[in-house]
Nanobody
Framework: QVHLVESGGGSVEVGGSLNVSCVQS?????MAWFRQAPGKEREGVAV???????LYSRSVRGRFTVARDNFKNSLYLEMNRLKPEDTAVYYC???????????????WGQGTQVTVQG
């Protein structure tokens, strides 16, 4: 079973930037970031294939950048121009589909909190 561990996150003021990272125990073709705010469903943020091609949700497109390092089995998310509605627990996920549907991902990290204040 693939194991994933996130790091980064924290608290920032509106308009600021944060980075989150994820390391997984083995390669999978697709890696993604999801987030879940209190009382809301888990939402797909960005997915990236093995070739580096990304797909973003409409809510973060143009502000967030996803990247991966296949040699390190690592996934990164650079978050800029953060808004209060970006506040959530951010999860790294591993799967085999170019999709933002959480049903297509079979392994998940424990999550890391991102809080945007202001």
């Amino acid at each position: 079973q693939v194991h994933l561990v996130e790091s980064g996150g924290g608290s920032v003021e509106v308009g600021g930037s944060l980075n989150v990272s994820c390391v997984q125990s083995e390669y999978t073709s697709h890696m993604a970031w999801f987030r879940q705010a209190p009382g809301k469903e888990r939402e797909g943020v960005a997915v990236i294939g093995g070739g580096g091609n990304p797909l973003y949700s409409r809510s973060v497109r143009g502000r967030f950048t996803v990247a991966r390092d296949n040699f390190k089995n690592s996934l990164y998310l650079e978050m800029n121009r953060l808004k209060p509605e970006d506040t959530a627990v951010y999860y790294c996920a591993a799967g085999w589909a170019f999709s933002l549907n959480p049903d297509n991902f079979h392994a998940w990290g424990q999550g890391t909190q991102v809080t945007v204040q202001g």
